[in-house]
């Protein structure tokens, strides 16, 4: 069992930057594909973007060009740089651990680790 606490959100104008941290309690994150997901009130969670234990990264086509995912494997952290935001992006943004990058892109649904999630709201 991996806990995954994230931070970092909080409420930007459109058009801002924020970086969101997920912190893992594990040995080690090396042997975990690591992912961000999203939830807008009413709607249901969808995926962001994710990084392989090799370091290949993914992303939804609505944040490709604007968010960039990291990992710091030293350090136990990932991050999710988000620039150019839009209000659409306003979610509960949730870090997720897996063993494959496939099943963070496509099979979320057989994820056991996330975190608590972490508000960002962007206002017009």
């Known amino acids: 069992q991996v806990q995954l606490v994230e931070s970092g959100g909080g409420l930007v104008q459109a058009g801002g930057s924020l970086r969101l941290s997920c912190a893992a309690s594990?040995?080690?994150?090396?042997?975990?594909?690591m992912g961000w997901f999203r939830q807008a009130p009413g709607k249901e969670r969808e995926f962001v973007a994710a990084i392989s234990r090799g370091g290949n990264t993914y992303y939804a086509d609505s944040v490709k060009g604007r968010f960039t995912i990291s990992r710091d494997n030293a350090k136990n952290m990932v991050y999710l740089q988000m620039n150019s935001l839009e209000p659409e992006d306003t979610a509960v943004y949730y870090c997720a651990a897996g063993g494959l990058v496939s099943t963070i892109t496509n099979q979320a649904h057989k994820l056991r680790n996330w975190g608590q999630g972490t508000q960002v709201t962007v206002s017009s």
């Open positions: 594990v040995r080690t994150i090396s042997n975990y594909a």
